[in-house]
């Protein structure tokens, strides 16, 4: 239980242990390694998830005590007894004092709750460097990083240990922008612009997922923010900025080929190439990423096989046409973008 | 929990006073018991099925639809279950998956819970009122069929492959025209707005009902608490449906037509819809949980043994729902960017909530700690209710704080959370409500044994199902997705989910088992069989549909319990009684009550027609027809639609006769045999009441998108041209102004003995009370100036009451808006083509005529106080009104077909006929 608290300073994981031996059902939902409100990496998402336990021994006190009332209500038998007026005047106390005094107390403490951590969540200071802009497209997410100029998809880098400010967007329908582990959801609205802090920890890979429906392949908008040292994440920013290279395998070669002659390059961008198309990923360093699809598949060359030559068949409804290709140009076209390190 | 004893129901609690009077019930043999059945009988046979009318089948048929409804959303849930049940499954395709949500969600919400709130409305209030009939039985029968219609229209989108897939709240962009095309929201829009139509109307004629037309005796501080609910639902119908109605018309023109109010590129604004969406939807939530807590209030105490305690909190507690429940749709949109403090107010308003909901909770608990529990399965529904209902209103307050928020919106927290309260606090009570009403009408008690299978596989069944989902919402799971991945750790919890989910729909099925057994084969129920205290249990079972053989006179909370006798009371009112019963049931009568204690008129409902369902086509033509953009046939279905009014509001004389005219000056109350004017202004109140919700919505829309624009007009467009809709303000202003001032003297006048009535406190009691919508009281208005006003009104249109009475009993209500005959002392000799002429003009003429009555009454009030020779006119006035003489003689005459400007009284005419 302990393992998967082990990003929390100490006397918070042994308060969250407590609690997760008492109520295994919920600590599972904090501990089984999938992304959970419950187990925090990140400032924001643990004020909340602080603020969630208060909320949740408070509605546990408050639905105790409503069912101990209920409970004794129902097997008390001295009631019938009591005459209209006396019932009248109990049941008056009780009206007011378990109705409206009790719960308007209680709702004092949790709408105080509510601002406090409402100011404990205004944004840091964050350095102009550590702006990212993501935007929202049907179905995955475009990346872009203003300050290093390149652009990338479904993948969120981030230095860990610094707050990071997204800008998102949308220029088409409404997305929301969730990672459990790191912080609330925000929308993307067309038409506004919303900003949303970030901060990570520890370095990891966390989970993200588009909340708000957005079409036919909603359920699979997934990313990955991946939080690396401030040293690492230089040098990928780095590594990012730089345009694909010439391939230098043969069939890799003839894969580019076939990239650059199939409609391909109407959609994705390969910085370095004359493939500009911007209404799908940039594919410019395509094969450093971790997963394909909005985080649907793992980036593996028979995935990708899959992926390219059919995507209706993984994501049915997905933007993407099928590759009219034979089998050896998508041999190719996969050793092309396998080689766009 | 499980005890089974079958305690007796017919006992009360020794220190409750019962009816050592029992109610008068006819045996069916007695020759009354016929003649009465056979006066509110429903036509017999196919075709009279589309012209039945009466309450209790209208409210059966609206329930028994629903409910059809409810079922079907039920099994597309269970569908969805079934894809869920493992991780990357294929048993259905995302579009599938997509339009069923789609459908469950809004089947749910708009084709099941409304509709069977206001069914058992229907069914269930002039019982609980102690009266005959509902105000409008024919709004009623429309509303029924264009409920009925409008559904099996949106169902119809499964025939065309458009079935629509965005959702329940349907937000924009998504649902616009550029990633919607195509028919699936046009389905939705039309489909779901005609039976947005029906919850109006059936809105419409509960508010009138409860407001009006209670039995003898029964003031506001007596009413049932479920009158109170209904009262309160009611309003918040009109409120949040019309709003509803007024945003699917925007989307629908920028779908059609190609206005840009929900496309932020050329200057519209996506946050409106859901704006306006909220402003509806949650309203929409407690108009949903406020009858249905109206059930609890209702049979907490049968199945304790006790009064309610804390009746008078409970009622603060349901209004403050019903007000409050419009204060906090921004907690929908915690997470859309909106500023902090704004949201800090929602959140505030959003938790605070929790206040009259504990109120009622800790209401039901106190009448149980003073009572004895009685466990049959209603009340077993009943603790359910509470035990879930508390659950799921603690994650609501959570919900409601902001930075919680932030992380569980649109996840499954939220679908666990509002299916505990939607399913916990409002099927929950349906159930205990269905198990014991049931008997009312059939007459046979539904099954104990299964009817506690029942309930135990519904409860474990539903907790089985929506608790684990707030893990999995914990987990990460978003709403609405039509897979996920199997590393995610989701599955187990959607196994647990669809595991409950068939335990739930099994006991739903043992539900319908239940039902139809005990048509069967059900133990015969005796009159009162729970031993209820309120009024509906007053009657023979299966209640009769004429209602009581006597209408009962009600002094106290539950009259069954408390009273004596139900036909103990003041010697006037129990002598109009006694007459009432002998005599005006030979027509379907029903009586009304003012917000006090008396009776003010005695008044003859509508009878069958075919109408009101050639209305209904006409209507349901319009919408399936704008579907497929077919704008002849919109124009055809147009036309059905005004045949069928008209035919609706034809006019249907019934001459009062001299034993009705009797009836009047013995008991001093009046008797109109066509249909009650104050009934009528009731329902023009409220149709001025939807329009100026309308205006509000357009203008707060208007403001919102030109707040939103940093550059104003956008993109440097014309700005439009304010004089039409100035006009049409103003016109509504004064229609509204001119419904809550004109005071309810006339009916007084028309004997022309005013002073007298006045005098004995009828018309007093008519304007007077909470709930009263007729203007300044009494005191406040100086008598010369409401003389003058009057002349004024009357010289401009005539006594448009009066009118109604005579021209039939629907001649205005809000299915129309209009139906005053405009004819004048010269102009009317045409009889009822020229009343035709101005029902047709529609409300534009009628809103221009009362803005230039107002308009005139401001001139000429200006005018007399600084003109001496106004003092005559003053005299003049006072001496002879005007309205008990030419002008009532006039409507008389036209009705004859004949024009008469002599100063006959109407009274002497209709004798001389």
């Known amino acids: 239980m302990g393992s998967c608290n082990s990003g929390l300073p100490g006397s918070r994981r042994r308060f969250r242990i407590t609690l997760s031996l008492a109520l295994s059902m919920l600590a599972a939902a904090g501990c089984n390694g999938s992304a959970s409100v419950l187990a925090p990496r990140g400032r924001a998402a643990m004020e909340i998830a602080d603020l969630w336990w208060f909320l949740f021994w408070m509605a546990t006190a408050v639905l105790v005590v409503v069912l101990l009332f209920l409970a004794i209500a129902l097997v008390r038998r001295q009631g019938q007894q009591a005459d209209e007026e006396a019932a009248a005047r ?63 998809a479904n993948e969120i880098h981030i230095p860990s240990g610094q ?47 588009c909340a708000e429906f957005c079409g036919v392949q909603h359920a699979n908008m997934g990313f990955l923010v991946i939080a690396q040292p401030p040293d690492a994440y230089a040098a990928w920013l780095e590594q990012q900025r730089r345009a694909a290279g010439t391939p230098t395998d043969p069939l890799a070669q003839r894969g580019q080929e076939v990239f650059l002659n199939a409609n391909c390059v109407d959609c994705h961008t390969v910085r370095g190439t004359s493939a500009t198309g911007n209404l799908g990923p940039d594919l410019t360093h395509f094969a450093g990423r971790r997963t394909l699809a909005s985080a649907t598949l793992d980036n593996v060359l028979g995935n990708l096989g899959g992926w390219v030559a059919n995507p209706q068949h993984i994501k049915p409804g997905s933007l993407m046409p099928p590759a009219d290709l034979t089998g050896v140009e998508l041999q190719a076209l996969l050793a092309y973008l396998a080689s766009l390190e | 929990m499980t005890s089974t004893t079958e305690q007796p129901l017919d006992g009360t609690i020794p220190q409750r006073r019962t009816l050592h009077d029992k109610p008068r019930v006819l045996s069916p043999a007695e020759p009354l018991h016929q003649q009465l059945s056979d006066r509110w009988a429903d ?35 269970l569908l969805m279950r079934v894809q869920l049940f493992r991780a990357e499954n294929s048993f259905l395709s995302p579009d599938t998956y997509n339009e069923l949500f789609t459908m469950h969600g809004s089947t749910m919400m708009y084709l099941f819970a409304v509709p069977m709130l206001e069914g058992f409305a229907i069914f269930l209030l002039p019982f609980m009122l102690g009266n005959r009939e509902m105000p409008f039985p024919r709004l009623g029968q429309f509303s029924f069929f264009t409920f009925l219609l409008g559904g099996i229209l949106f169902y119809t989108s499964f025939l065309f492959h458009a079935v629509p897939d965005t959702g329940w709240f349907a937000y924009v962009p998504l649902s616009g025209p550029a990633y919607s095309p195509g028919l699936p929201l046009d389905f939705w829009l039309l489909g779901l ?70 496309n932020p590129n050329l200057g519209g604004s996506v946050l409106l819809w859901q704006h306006l969406f909220w402003i509806f939807g949650h309203p929409e939530v407690y108009i949903q949980f406020i009858p249905a807590t109206g059930f609890v209030s209702t049979i907490v105490p049968v199945f304790v043994r006790r009064p309610l305690l804390g009746y008078n909190y409970i009622v603060m507690a349901l209004i403050a729902t019903g007000v409050m429940s419009f204060a906090l749709w ?60 508390v659950i799921g209103g603690l994650s609501g307050v959570m919900v409601g704080v902001v930075p919680f928020n932030w992380q569980v919106h649109d996840s499954y927290f939220i679908v666990a959370h509002f299916h505990y309260v939607l399913i916990g606090g409002v099927l929950f009570p349906i159930f205990a409500a269905l198990y014991y009403w049931i008997p009312l009408f059939t007459a046979k008690m539904l099954n104990e044994r299964l009817g506690k299978w029942n309930f135990w596989l519904v409860f474990i069944g539903f907790h089985i199902t929506f608790f684990p989902m707030h893990i999995s919402g914990f987990l990460g ?66 209640a009769p549909n004429y209602g009581f053989a006597v209408l009962p006179i009600v002094h106290t909370r539950d009259p069954l319990w408390e009273q004596e006798s139900l036909y103990e009371g003041d010697a006037r009112l129990k002598a109009m009684l006694e007459d009432l019963d002998q005599w005006p049931l030979h027509w379907r009568g029903v009586d009304h009550d003012g917000a006090g204690a008396r009776p003010t008129e005695i008044f003859h409902v509508s009878g069958p027609s075919i109408w009101p369902f050639v209305t209904s086509v006409g209507v349901i033509t319009m919408f399936a027809a704008e579907i497929f953009t077919l704008r002849s046939l919109v124009v055809g279905g147009l036309i059905i639609a005004a045949v069928g009014l008209i035919g609706w509001h034809w006019p249907n004389r019934i001459e009062t006769t001299e034993r009705e005219l009797e009836f009047e000056r013995k008991h001093d109350i009046l008797v109109f045999p066509n249909g009650s004017p104050i009934v009528t202004r009731w329902s023009m109140a409220l149709m001025v009441l939807l329009l100026a919700i309308c205006t509000s919505i357009f203008v707060f829309s208007y403001f919102y998108i030109r707040l939103q624009q940093p550059i104003w007009p956008y993109d440097r467009m014309p700005l439009p041209d304010l004089l039409l809709p100035g006009i049409a303000t103003a016109a509504l202003a004064g229609d509204g102004g001119h419904v809550l001032g004109e005071p309810a003297h006339w009916p007084a006048q028309r004997h022309g003995e005013p002073a007298r009535r006045s005098a004995d406190g009828l018309s007093a009691g008519r304007s007077r009370g909470t709930l009263r919508l007729s203007g300044p009281a009494p005191g406040a208005v100086r008598p010369h100036d409401e003389r003058l006003r009057l002349a004024l009104l009357h010289a401009l249109h005539l ?72 003092q005559t006119q003053r005299h003049m006035n006072r001496a002879a009104p005007p309205d008990a003489g030419v002008i009532a003689g006039c409507g008389s005459a036209c009705s004859a077909g004949r024009c008469s400007t002599a100063s006959t009284s109407s009274r002497a005419t209709s004798l001389r006929r």
């Open chain 2, 193 to 262: 707005g005609v039976a947005e139509v029906a919850a109006i109307a059936a809105g419409v004629e509960i508010v009138i009902a409860v407001a009006r037309m209670r039995a003898p005796g029964m003031g506001l501080g007596k009413m049932p608490i479920l009158a109170w609910a209904y009262l309160i639902t009611a309003l918040a119908i009109l409120f949040a449906f019309t709003t509803l109605l007024i945003a699917s018309l925007l989307l629908e023109l920028d779908r059609k037509i190609g206005t840009q109010f929900f």
């Open chain 2, 330 to 389: 921004v907690h929908h949109m915690f997470t859309v960017g909106l500023p902090q403090i704004a949201m800090s107010f929602f959140a505030a308003a959003s938790i605070l909530i929790a206040i009259p909901a504990g109120i009622q909770i800790f209401a039901w608990i106190a009448t149980i700690w003073y009572g004895k529990p009685i466990w049959r399965t209603p009340f077993l529904f009943v603790m359910g209710f509470i035990i879930t209902f």
């Open chain 1, 163 to 209: 707050p990071v400010r997204l800008v998102l967007t949308s220029p088409n329908v409404l997305h929301s922008f969730w990672v459990p582990e790191l912080q609330g959801k925000i929308d993307l609205v067309p038409g506004a612009v919303n900003t949303l802090w970030l901060e990570a920890d520890e370095p990891g890979v966390y989970r993200g997922q």
């Open chain 1, 90 to 152: 109990g049941g008056s106390r009780i009206v007011i004092y378990a109705g409206i005094v009790g719960p308007a107390v209680i709702l004092l403490l949790v709408f105080s709750a509510t601002v406090w951590t409402l100011t404990k969540l205004r944004s840091p200071v964050v350095a102009d460097a550590n702006v990212i802009h993501v935007i929202g497209r049907r179905w995955w997410w475009e990346v872009q990083y203003p300050d290093a100029q390149f652009a990338t």
């Open chain 2, 799 to 870: 006594r448009r009451a009066h009118h109604r009475g005579r021209h039939g009993p629907e001649s205005v209500h809000p299915g129309v808006g209009v139906g005053r005959p405009l004819h004048g002392p010269g102009t009317c000799g045409r009889g009822h083509r020229c009343a035709l002429l101005v029902r047709g003009a529609g409300p534009l003429a009628d809103l221009g005529r009362h803005g230039l009555s107002v308009a005139a009454y401001g001139v000429r009030r200006t005018w007399c106080e600084k003109n001496p020779s106004c």
């Open chain 2, 477 to 542: 799971m978003p709403r609405r997705v039509y897979t996920y991945d199997a590393g995610l750790g989701w599955e187990i919890y959607n196994q647990l989910s669809t595991i409950g989910a068939f335990i739930l729909a099994l006991g739903v099925l043992l539900f319908i088992i239940n039902f139809f057994y005990s048509l069967r084969a059900g133990d015969k129920a005796p009159n009162n069989p729970w031993g209820a205290g309120s009024l509906e249990w007053g009657t023979a079972l299966p």
């Open chain 2, 43 to 77: 036509p017999p046979g196919f075709f009279g099925w589309f012209r039945s009318l009466q309450n209790d089948a209208l409210g059966g048929r609206i329930m028994g639809t629903a409910f059809l409804f409810f079922l079907t959303g039920g099994i597309l849930a």
